[in-house]
């Protein structure tokens, strides 16, 4: 039985690396992932999910579990992936991945249980990469709350609570956030091959 | 309700977090308003596409990564941190609960935040340094109670001069056969710190230019097939002399020369040992020793368990791995003589002590070899 979030915490401020071990373990596949999609290349979200863990361990001592280890998390990922934009608007640095390999475990996953063609693999890749790319043409803030609840499927007063903003204000964000990402998709569809997706 | 008041709303719509006088006013909106239901559409397909996007996995290590650089942060942030680090059922401890108290006058931490920031003399080093040795032993050679009958035990002097202080590699003849290490006569006011890009690249220049924390690994007389002859006496082999400052003290240059054994390099004998070895100076062993564990297991190693020596401790490490976890011991800030690569070297042993290290480290050897896993490099740490 794996021991409790606060059980971990506890031994991790008593200075048990392996305890911290097991925090990065449990939360790396999500931290990773919300880096990933923020960044969109995988070069980049390593870098950043390892600061994220790095400013945890340096921010632990200080946490007081006001707010559940995961939403701290959050809280931490997205103030880094803020950062981190801001760093990469200084440098004027865009890295997108694309092309195949981009999305292996869909497509794995696709094979398995669809057993697609080599074409349709090719074509979802594609799709997959366009999605990416409309989504890091989004302002930060949009980006992240997408990600929060589309993809790490937060609930809204989880998202207010990561974000320290009002219900009010995640509705109202949420909702220009996805017709941001609509018009970006809508724009970039009539240049991809595949069905259309949307009805405008 | 008006198209763009609805359009407003469809997002927590269609997430149902409205209440049900804004929900039932929305459904009946779109029951007569096709463009709505078109934008409740595309607004569920965006979520769609969206949320069918894959997961992707971290890197392989990835979590190694994080540990490593964690052990590295403690390392620059604290590096004569002694007072911030305890063992706690074989855990290496992080962090205190509070400030940690100054070391006391006098004690090893005392001595060793004196060492790290350059108040220190030669006399009190040698008189309180920790050796760790480091012998890398890729194949099996004898049994370490063996070791004197083969022949195999030849004699690493420490010796004092006023250019420096030199480690020498003899014979049983007394010979010189090379120039271990050489430490120079200061010419600075400190040590240089542990970890500075200059400490590090002084190494590297003096290393030949290998990669930061690689060690001089596999001197070319331990290729097979070369002379079997070492270089003349006092001659120094660049390759393996990497050489760190240390500060002037006149008051250091009294003592005798040290005098330990280390495990002859077999060029002339069919085993061919891939080893090298480093000595250095720390004061505090049980901050040292957590320290190193937590860098063992970092890398993917781990702890023997205790030796008969209540100072001493072995860590075993991925081979490939060597050179980065010597970076990391360097960067401690209690490394003062590193780089010693004995040609086929193994362990360092003053030729009484226990061998208990030396027969984990070959018990390990054996049990690598014969189940085929991955070779692991032997790390002897050793209190002087």
Not at chain 2, 51 to 74: C, E, H, N, W, Y
Not at chain 2, 268 to 288: E, I, K, T
């Amino acid at each position: 039985m794996q021991p409790a979030d606060g059980v971990l915490i506890e031994r991790s401020r008593n200075g048990e690396l392996d305890a911290f071990e097991q925090i990065v373990r449990r939360y790396e596949n999500k931290v990773y992932n919300i880096a990933y999609r923020f960044l969109g290349n995988h070069s980049d979200a390593a870098d950043l999910a390892q600061e994220v863990f790095l400013r945890i361990y340096k921010a632990l001592p200080g946490f007081r579990g006001d707010s559940s280890l995961t939403t701290w998390i959050y809280r931490i990922t997205s103030n880094v992936c803020r950062d981190e934009i801001r760093r990469q608007q200084r440098a004027h640095v865009v890295s997108i991945d694309t092309g195949p390999g981009e999305n292996n475990a869909y497509s794995v996953n696709h094979l398995e249980n669809r057993g697609p063609t080599p074409e349709e693999v090719v074509e979802q890749d594609e799709f997959n990469s366009l999605v990416q790319k409309c989504l890091s043409e989004l302002s930060e803030e949009h980006r992240l709350i997408l990600i929060a609840r589309e993809m790490q499927e937060l609930s809204y007063e989880e998202i207010a609570e990561v974000m320290q903003c009002s219900l009010g204000t995640v509705k109202s964000r949420l909702s220009r956030a996805r017709h941001a990402f609509k018009e970006k998709y809508l724009a970039r569809r009539e240049h991809f091959s595949l069905d259309s997706r949307l009805v405008r | 309700m008006q198209c763009h008041e609805v359009k407003e709303l469809l997002s927590p719509y269609l997430d149902g977090v409205l209440n049900s006088a804004k929900r039932e006013s929305i459904y009946a909106h779109l029951a007569v308003c096709p463009g709505c239901r078109a934008e409740l559409h595309a607004l569920g397909e965006v979520v769609s596409i969206l949320k069918a996007l894959p997961a992707v996995d971290p890197p392989a290590g990835f979590t190694a990564g994080v540990r490593m650089s964690i052990i590295q942060l403690r390392a620059t942030e604290n590096p004569a941190g002694a007072g911030q680090i305890d063992e706690r059922g074989g855990q290496a401890v992080l962090f205190s609960r509070g400030a940690a108290p100054p070391p006391a006058k006098g004690t090893t931490v005392s001595f060793l935040k004196n060492l790290t920031f350059g108040k220190w003399s030669l006399t009190a080093a040698l008189a309180a340094t920790l050796v760790l040795t480091a012998g890398v032993t890729t194949m099996v050679y004898g049994l370490p109670s063996q070791w004197g009958a083969k022949g195999l035990l030849q004699r690493v002097v420490f010796s004092e001069s006023k250019s420096g202080f030199n480690v020498t590699l003899q014979d049983d003849n007394e010979k010189p056969r090379r120039d271990l290490l050489k430490v120079k006569a200061p010419h600075t006011d400190g040590l240089p710190q542990p970890g500075t890009p200059q400490g590090r690249e002084d190494t590297v220049q003096e290393q030949n230019a290998q990669p930061p924390g690689q060690l001089p690994s596999a001197p070319q007389e331990q290729e097979p097939g070369e002379a079997k002859a070492g270089p003349p006496a006092g001659r120094q082999q660049p390759e393996a002399l990497p050489a760190a400052k240390v500060l002037e003290n006149d008051e250091s240059r009294q003592h005798a020369p040290k005098t330990f054994n280390v495990l002859r390099n077999e060029k002339d004998s069919a085993v061919p040992l891939q080893s090298a070895a480093l000595s250095v100076a720390a004061a505090d062993f049980s901050w040292f020793s957590g320290k190193a564990a937590d860098i063992a297991r970092a890398s993917g190693g781990f702890v023997l368990p205790d030796g008969k020596e209540p100072e001493e401790m072995t860590i075993r490490v991925p081979a490939g791995r060597l050179d980065e976890v010597v970076g990391l011991l360097r960067e401690l800030g209690q490394v003062q003589f590193e780089g010693a690569a004995v040609n086929g070297g193994g362990s360092f042993t003053d030729g009484k002590s226990s061998d208990a290290p030396q027969n984990q480290a070959r018990q390990g050897i054996e049990a690598d070899v014969s189940a085929g896993e991955v070779e692991f490099a032997i790390i002897t740490i050793r209190a002087r």
